[in-house]
């Protein structure tokens, strides 16, 4: 997958458009998640080259 800001990634078969990378609190790899109402589902790890190991907080 690609993100919107042109990061390039791999994650979950189950990754759908629309999907969101996040990096949860305390966390050193990305996450995708999918907003389903007012809350959010894990769909799994991803690797997403340039936000690895925390290089997206430095």
């Known amino acids: 997958f690609t993100t ?3 990061y390039i990634g791999v994650g979950p078969r189950d990754t ?5 990378v996040a990096i949860l609190l ?3 790899m990305p996450f995708v998640v999918r907003q389903q109402s007012m809350y959010y ?3 799994g790890e991803a ?3 340039g936000i690895m190991d925390g290089e997206l907080t430095e």
């Open 26 to 28: 305390g966390g050193n």
């Open 41 to 43: 589902s894990l769909i």
């Open 47 to 49: 690797y997403v080259d």
């Open 16 to 20: 759908l458009s629309g999907d969101h």
């Open 4 to 6: 919107d800001n042109g």
